[in-house]
């Protein structure tokens, strides 16, 4: 009996093989569902939020538009010598700050000097000179008075001579000398009054209308001026810059001999997108980043928005008009200019002219994208350490 038994082991069982098989492949199809289904949720949730951040974008951009071309503006000025001479000293130091009314460069003042004193002696000499007028209008003036008194006698002494010639008792030769006599007098009291004329019409108006007077005065007030721009000084707060000005060199008036750049009157000019003005105004707050201030975070005030800009179309009389090229719905976006103002103080010593600038403006103060708005301008500032 031990010969005919087999061990359990050894048997088989054909239906083993196909259930462990059919239970495999179902494993492997659930795991590939699993997969798909993981799959297809991660794709909708990305995008969803792509779709979320374009709609955000939308919005964003009509209520908090921002730009990253911006630039800080200012005065630049040239400095111009009004007067011509040698610089005998240069008082200021390339790109330092200085204050309104500091020296920038002093002129060679000797032949202003000069000048000055000439003229202060010409105002002397010219009320000198209305003395001695004056004193001729006086002259003048007796002599009238003497000649009308000698004309008076002579009328008396005529008048008595042609009664008695009248009479017999003297002669008419008598008559004829009184006659004569009469008329000297009458011309000397013209000769008189001419004269007086004369001497008036030179002495002109007196004190310091007098025309002499008035002309040595203004030369004078001329040469006080011109020492007083030797000293050519600094038209306002800010620095000089751009300049190679060593003592002796001739500066000649009305040629630039150094660049000014104004501390005081600086603002930003940002670059925005047509499409993202549609709620912007003037007055609207603004904060923006300056890449020189990494890291720094300003406020400001949106000061205009630029009615217009130049496009290209210089269309002259005689010619056909021009028409753009661009079509589409991607085509080119037009950008106008936006006027930044800011505190002066705020952002003082980061005002560098031609700085670039991240701006972004909030056009509604209640806005709940503000939020997003104020944490993005502050990350692009931190940013800026890398740029």
């Known amino acids: 009996m031990t010969d005919n038994k087999q061990p359990a082991s050894n048997v088989e069982d054909p239906a083993m093989p196909e259930d462990v098989t059919k239970e495999s492949s179902q494993q492997h199809i659930a795991k590939d569902n699993a997969k798909t289904l993981k799959i297809r949720k991660v794709t909708n949730i990305i995008l969803l939020v792509v779709c979320g951040l374009f709609v955000f974008h939308l919005i964003a951009d009509r209520f908090i538009p921002i730009t990253d071309l911006g630039r800080v503006r200012g005065f630049v000025v040239p400095i111009t010598p009004q007067v011509s001479g040698e610089v005998i000293e240069i008082s200021v130091i390339p790109n330092t700050l200085v204050q309104e009314g500091d020296v920038l460069a002093k002129i060679n003042p000797i032949d202003y000097e000069i000048a000055l004193q000439t003229a202060q002696q010409n105002v002397t000499q010219a009320g000198q000179n209305m003395g001695a007028l004056s004193a001729n209008v006086t002259a003048s003036e007796a002599k009238v008075t003497s000649a009308k008194a000698s004309l008076k006698n002579a009328q008396v002494q005529s008048k008595r001579i042609f009664a008695m010639a009248d009479k017999g ?3 008419q030769a008598d008559a004829d000398n009184a006659r004569a006599e009469l008329s000297s007098a009458e011309a ?6 001419a004269d007086l004329a004369k001497s008036k019409e030179r002495l002109g108006s007196e004190g310091e209308n007098n025309t002499n007077v008035k ?3 203004l030369a004078l007030e001329q040469a006080k001026i011109n020492l007083e721009r030797t000293h050519i000084i600094a038209p306002t707060s800010g620095v000089a810059a751009n300049f190679r000005l060593k003592e002796g060199v001739y500066a000649v008036a009305g040629q630039p001999i150094m660049t000014f750049i104004s501390s005081e009157d600086v603002w ?10 549609g709620n912007m105004k003037a007055g609207d707050d603004v904060e ?5 201030a990494p890291g720094k ?3 400001g005030k949106v000061a205009f928005i630029d009615y217009g800009i130049d496009w290209g179309q210089n269309e002259q009389s005689g010619k056909l008009a021009q028409a753009s090229g661009q079509t589409g719905w991607l085509r080119q976006s037009q950008r106008f200019p936006v006027t930044i103002t800011f505190d002066k103080e705020i952002a003082k010593g980061f005002k560098r002219v031609g700085g670039q600038a991240d701006v972004i403006v909030y056009t509604d103060d209640s806005s ?3 939020v997003f708005g104020k944490l993005w301008i502050r990350l692009i500032s931190w940013l800026s350490y890398v740029r």
């Open 169 to 171: 008792v003297m002669s």
């Open 188 to 193: 000397g009291v013209a000769s008189a009054q």
């Open 215 to 217: 002309s040595a005065l």
């Open 268 to 277: 930003i000019e940002a670059s925005y997108r047509e499409n993202s003005l």
């Open 288 to 292: 923006f980043a300056l890449d020189f």
């Open 297 to 299: 975070v300003f406020k």
């Open 368 to 370: 709940i994208v503000n």
